[in-house]
């Protein structure tokens, strides 16, 4: 009796290691490869980030209308906005609830746009690379790749005075935003495009999901976003500290998204979620 309990034992132990090892190979390889990454410092919900009920004054515009507005653009007459859909859809809206139309689909997923100075609307989309949106809704695509390299997940844009669209590629690892999360790989790219050249020209790489980008005064620098890197960059463009990237803001609460500047010393930052 004693022999047979042993062997019991060791049957199920036998058992429950070959179901460990099947379960193991089930799994393996993963879709993933993950790097170490040591956060910035998360100062929470305090000071200057302490919770307010300001946005409860918000005034509801567009309602049920599509899944996942990114951005917003306004005319160069300021009577109408811009913003795309996950399914391709770029719709124009008033401020009057509920008053929009169709405008262009880019069969992608249209997310960073801003009108240039000749009244076409620029679009980062994710898929199709950056794109010309004219009046009609024609669509032209700019640029699909730099140095050989497609562009894999282009997300925002700003629009320099001299024409030059500065606009990131958030990464060229994930289309999965959870995967990327989890990867913490700096994959992203900060890109400038030259109409007059068609010229795509890399600016700055090894960003952990490169996002928002928005240019400051006098186009002297910009800030651009890293995700999942919890950081705001500025990147000099003029004067003795042109082509260096310093850190204009690390320690943040959330994870920083789309960023604008309002021309009068400000820039507003979106972050969607708090940190865990």
Do not use: C
């Not at 019991?8 to 190979?25: M, P, Q």
């Not at 929470?44 to 309602?63: P, R």
């Not at 629009?159 to 999360?181: L, V």
Request: glycine share 8%.
């Amino acid at each position: 009796p004693s022999k047979q309990n042993k062997m019991k034992r060791f049957l199920k132990i036998l058992l429950l290691l070959i179901l460990i090892i099947v379960a193991y190979f089930s799994f393996w390889p993963i879709e993933i490869e993950p790097v170490v990454f040591h956060p910035p410092k998360n100062p929470g919900l305090t000071g200057d980030f302490a919770k307010n009920n300001d946005l409860t004054k918000a005034q509801t515009i567009l309602n049920g209308v599509g899944i996942g507005p990114e951005d917003i653009a306004m005319s160069l007459d300021s009577q109408y906005f811009y913003t795309g859909f996950e399914d391709g859809r770029i719709i124009r809206f008033t401020r009057e609830e509920n008053s929009h139309e169709e405008f262009a689909n880019t069969e992608g997923r249209p997310l960073g746009m801003m009108f240039d100075t000749s009244g076409n609307l620029i679009v980062a989309d994710a898929y199709k690379g950056l794109l010309s949106v004219d009046s009609t809704g024609k669509i032209t695509v700019l640029t699909t790749e730099v140095d050989g390299s497609k562009l894999f997940y282009v997300d925002d844009l700003d629009i320099a005075q001299d024409g030059t669209i500065y606009f990131t590629d958030a990464t060229t690892r994930n289309r999965d935003i959870i995967h990327e999360a989890l990867e913490a790989q700096p994959a992203g790219r900060l890109l400038s495009y030259h109409p007059s050249t068609g010229e795509t020209k890399l600016e700055l790489d090894n960003m952990r999901f490169a996002n928002g980008v928005a240019l400051g005064p006098n186009d002297e620098y910009l800030l651009v976003n890293e995700t999942f890197g919890l950081v705001i960059n500025k990147y000099w463009l003029k004067g003795p500290k042109k082509g260096q990237k310093e850190v204009f803001v690390d320690e943040l609460p959330g994870f920083p998204d789309n960023i604008n500047y309002n021309g009068n010393g400000t820039f507003w930052l979106a972050m969607p979620n708090v940190r865990p």
